[in-house]
């Protein structure tokens, strides 16, 4: 586990961080050169690492084969998903530079009761990180949005049992502020959704207050309340299987989908 930060001076972000744990020194060239085969952490294509003001906490699991002695931060996302967001409109289309900050790296032993922290999707256990293939530029959602387009929100995270933001959510939200900014005719759904766990009754509430939450924050961030719908859809929805605990944080998720345009 460690925490991450944009240079707060970077007008330009990447969408990928990824860290190596190996028994042996390495050197890299051009990342168009290497195709590392002990990645043990790739974070999710779909999200870009823009946070210039809080730390990101990254973390994920991994299978020890045993006489690691280094751990290797970079960029290794594959290059049919790798990405760059300029943050800053005014910004030259020219990038200069990108840096990112890391602190408080951790290296821990899990344990059954342990729970990930994640805030940036990537967490793979007992094998190589893997990183979803990303749709080809026209039909990514933060430059070319359409109708019917549905991003899962990964990164929002509340208090357990309650629908309070944690501020982990605040990057993914102020990117979800700065699409809804760019595209003024755009309307969308903001939906909540939970685990088979606990009483059908409550998680709908639960789900829909998860929601509610959500919408709140794109208001209380200058997104007019007619271009916002919240549901919220309990355990009704799954993506995954309730019979695993992986399983049941995938189904315990917010949804965003584009309404109009």
């Known amino acids: 586990q460690f925490k991450l930060k944009l240079k707060a001076e970077n007008t330009h972000a990447a969408n990928g961080v990824s860290v190596l744990c190996t028994n042996e020194l390495k050197t890299f060239g051009k990342a168009e050169d290497d195709d590392p085969d002990d990645i043990v952490l790739q974070t999710h294509a779909g999200i870009v690492l823009g946070c210039r003001e809080e730390w990101m906490v990254i973390s994920g699991s991994f299978t020890a084969n045993g006489g690691e002695k280094y751990l290797y931060f970079g960029n290794f996302t594959p290059k049919d998903s790798f990405r760059m967001l300029k943050l800053d409109s005014t910004a030259s289309d020219h990038i200069f530079e990108i840096y990112y900050y890391i602190d408080d790296l951790m290296l821990m032993e899990e344990t059954s009761a342990y729970e990930c922290p994640c805030n940036a999707s990537g967490c793979e256990l007992n094998e190589k990180a893997k990183v979803d293939t990303m749709p080809l530029p026209e039909e990514d959602i933060f430059l070319h949005p359409k109708i019917g387009q549905k991003l899962i929100l990964t990164n929002i995270q509340f208090e357990t049992g309650k629908w309070t933001l944690l501020d982990e959510s605040f990057e993914t939200l102020d990117s979800l502020v700065d699409l809804m900014l760019k595209f003024p005719e755009m309307r969308v759904e903001i939906s909540g959704h939970t ?29 007019e309340e007619n271009r916002l719908e919240f549901k919220g859809y309990g355990q009704t929805q799954p993506i995954d299987t309730n019979d695993t605990e992986e399983g049941r944080y995938n189904n315990r998720r917010v949804e965003f989908v584009i309404l109009e345009l």
Do not use: M, Y
């Not at 088979?196 to 997104?223: C, M, P, W, Y």
């Open 195 to 223: 685990d088979n766990k606990g009483n059908k009754k409550d998680n709908h509430t639960l789900s829909e207050n998860r929601a509610k939450a959500v919408v709140q924050f794109l208001i209380d961030n200058g997104i």
